[in-house]
């Protein structure tokens, strides 16, 4: 199993951002996938998760109305759409595979700053 | 929300001795299916983290037996029969009952 985290970058409060997770190694349309973020410094915190076809996304309160998860099952890549960023959403962004988050990929960072 | 808390927050243990993290969660986590969703990551230094236990006590595939997990309804424990110096790292628990929601952690290092 291998998940590999893209688009991680420096922006502006108020700004978008489009993550990107290829995933590689198992049946990726069968499963959950999850992202989760971790603040410098700080504890893990659940974002976003989207259904194996992806019928159903779910997403914690902090990010609900911002943010959209979305995946490409012929592409094996789940994305997270960030909009209206701010400060607080810096943070290492993970993908995580099936609700039991079994396999992680290493993250890529986040930084809302101006 | 499930509010997950755990004990103690920082442990410094001695090689070969055992350890154990609690963590209480403000509901229960038995599913009507039977099964309850508890899950313990460990995240090492620098690292990415990592399943340990799911389903409160059974152990993830590659996970050393030398970590076990227990409990029911709300209250958990995650032991380690004898610590190594592998070990350091911060433990979080996680309910997967109503969405997901993790503890905030304990952090484990050597004596």
């Known amino acids: 199993v291998q998940l590999v985290e893209s688009g991680g970058a420096l922006v502006q409060p108020g700004g978008s951002l489009r993550l990107s997770c290829a995933a590689s190694?198992?049946?990726?349309?069968?499963?959950?996938m999850t992202w989760v973020r971790q603040a410098p410094g700080k504890g893990l915190e659940w974002v976003s998760a989207?259904?194996?076809?992806?019928?159903?996304?779910y997403y914690a309160g902090a990010v609900k109305g911002r943010f959209t998860i979305s995946r490409d099952n012929s592409k094996d890549t789940v994305y997270l759409q960030m909009s209206r960023l701010r400060v607080e959403d810096s943070a290492l962004y993970y993908c995580?595979?099936?609700?039991?988050?079994?396999?992680w990929g290493r993250g890529t960072l986040v930084t809302v700053s101006s | 929300d499930i509010v997950m808390t755990q004990t103690p927050l920082s442990l410094s243990v001695t090689p070969g001795q055992p350890a154990s993290i609690s963590c209480t969660s403000s509901?229960?986590?038995?599913?009507?299916?039977?099964?309850?969703?508890l899950y313990w990551y460990l995240q090492k230094p620098g690292q990415s983290p990592q399943l340990l236990i799911y389903?409160?006590?059974i152990r993830f595939s590659g996970a050393p037996d030398r970590f076990s997990g227990s409990g029911s309804g709300t209250d958990f424990t995650l032991r380690i029969s004898r610590v190594e110096a592998e070990d350091v790292g911060v433990y979080y628990c996680?309910?997967?009952?109503?969405?997901?929601?993790f503890g905030p952690g304990t952090k484990v290092d050597i004596k």
């Open positions: 995580s595979k099936n609700t039991a988050h079994e396999d």
């Open positions: 190694g198992f049946a990726f349309n069968t499963y959950v």
């Open positions: 989207i259904s194996a076809n992806g019928v159903n996304t």
């Open positions: 509901e229960s986590l038995l599913h009507s299916d039977g099964k309850t969703y």
């Open positions: 389903e409160a006590s």
């Open positions: 996680m309910q997967g009952m109503n969405l997901f929601n």
